[in-house]
């Protein structure tokens, strides 16, 4: 029986930001694919999760935990390996503020940009842009948000490096692009160029044709 | 020892939770009450990307945003610890907190409605404070256990604001006879000599509260013939 079980599915980037971590560390693990998206949530999913009844939720010896960052700071303290979070408290701090604005601001903004229309999305764009300014400006002399080596920052990021530049391509909505955000550019190359990264994003076409279909879905029922 | 410096705002519970860690741990700190809504250009420069209260600054360096403050101060001062040793608990301990920052709107939704909103408004913040009574605090005198942390802390405005919101907006929520242990844990919080001993003024507070939800009121549209 593994002692680390992952309830996840294959197409969130909060299951893959736990996967991404377990990797670093070295960490043996089974996944287990919940049919979230069809809300068919398995019964061990509702018990391990009562409260929000969501992915991911990592098992460790039969415990329970919740919340993709919850259990990315879980991870980087349970298990020996490069870190996710800096060692010193400022810099922790600074780590945390900044998945914050990720988790808060970023992720509705940028979901919003791209799946409303008309006049909510106008707005959703240029909340957006603004957010990626201040992005922008973190990364400042730095290859990654979490220095040279990517952190917990860069993890929960990663929404923005496959989920939404592929949205971007299939709606034709320009907010992140190199002209316009050359130091985020850069980021995403170097980011999607490290093994541990690219080695666990879903497979691009796969994710390319949900995205299509949810589309199709959401037109159609009008 | 390096200076802190805490940017807080008198009916803010947010600068609370920031107060209350600092003197449970015995740090020394300089307050200073910002005149919100009118910002210093030092709140501006140390909280440059949300423009808020509270902000920490230490040693010169700033930290905004009252979560990633409590973290901060429970990894520089460790002495009486206030959250969790144990892995798995203190990720238990993260959840809640985390709990406590999403349904703070959902949990102040009534104080912004009336009528038949604010009905569903209630029975909104009831379903999640029937969480907090069942699952988050269980049989515990505290959320932390025996003692107070920083899951307290985080709900710490439920202790005291929250029955300030009940009364401006003519509600009552959390009453003895629907969630019993919650109530216990607002009067066993409040009898917390630091906790009792930094709450701001009732009166100050009930009349900022007054004018804040006559301002909300204000702009909801009343449709004619009723």
Redesign the interface.
């Known amino acids: 029986m593994a002692e680390v079980k992952l309830f996840g599915n294959w197409g969130s980037p909060f299951s893959c930001r736990i996967e991404i971590a377990l990797k670093l560390k070295g960490v043996e693990y089974e996944f287990i694919e919940e049919d979230v998206y069809n809300d068919n949530k398995s019964p061990l999913l509702l018990k391990y999760n009562?409260?929000h009844k969501k992915i991911p939720v990592l098992l460790?010896n039969g415990?329970p935990?919740?919340?993709s960052?919850?259990?990315l700071?879980?991870i980087d303290?349970?298990w020996e390996g490069p870190s996710i979070l800096p060692k010193d408290?400022?810099e922790?701090?600074?780590a945390?503020?900044w998945t914050?604005?990720l988790e808060e601001k970023c992720f509705p903004a940028m979901k919003q940009a791209s799946w409303s229309t008309g006049e909510e999305q106008e707005k959703a764009k240029e909340e957006a842009t603004e957010l990626l300014k201040?992005l922008e400006g973190t990364l400042s002399g730095k290859k990654f948000f979490g220095g040279d080596s990517i952190g917990i920052v860069d993890i929960v990021a990663n929404f923005i490096a496959h989920w939404f530049i592929i949205l971007q391509e299939i709606t034709g909505l320009e907010l992140l692009t190199q002209e316009k955000f050359p130091k985020l550019g850069q980021w995403l190359d170097d980011y999607l160029s490290c093994s541990i990264i690219k080695e666990n994003l879903p497979p691009k076409d796969k994710l390319t044709a949900s995205f299509q279909a949810r589309i199709q879905a959401a037109t159609t029922s009008k | 020892m390096e200076e802190v410096k805490l940017y807080g705002f008198g009916p803010s519970p947010f600068s609370y939770r920031v107060i209350w860690a600092l003197k449970l741990k015995g740090v020394k700190y300089e307050y200073i009450e910002e005149n919100l809504p009118m910002k210093s250009p030092k709140l501006l420069q140390h909280n440059p990307v949300h423009k808020k209260v509270p902000v920490l600054v230490h040693g010169g360096k700033p930290i905004s945003e009252s979560l990633v403050i409590l973290e901060y101060i429970e990894e520089t001062w460790p002495e009486n610890p206030l959250l969790p040793k144990d892995a798995h608990e203190k990720a238990m301990a993260r959840f809640w907190i985390r709990f406590a920052e999403d349904k703070y709107p959902t949990l102040n939704t009534f104080f912004r409605t009336v009528g038949q909103d604010q009905q569903l408004a209630i029975k909104e913040a009831l379903k999640v404070l029937q969480i907090l009574e069942d699952q988050a605090l269980g049989n515990n005198k505290f959320f932390n256990g025996n003692t107070v942390g920083l899951v307290d802390i985080s709900f710490g405005w439920l202790a005291y604001w929250f029955d300030c919101i009940e009364e401006t907006a003519g509600a009552k929520i959390i009453k003895s006879n629907n969630l019993p242990r919650l109530h216990e844990w607002i009067k066993n919080f409040k009898q917390i000599p630091v906790i009792q001993e930094n709450l701001p003024s009732r009166d100050k507070l009930l009349a900022y509260l007054k004018t804040k939800r006559e301002k909300i009121l204000s702009c909801i549209f009343i449709p004619n013939g009723h």
Do not use: D, L, S
């Open positions: 009562p409260v460790h415990k935990i919740c919340e960052v919850v259990i700071e879980y303290e349970t408290p400022y922790r701090a600074m945390r503020f914050r604005f201040i």
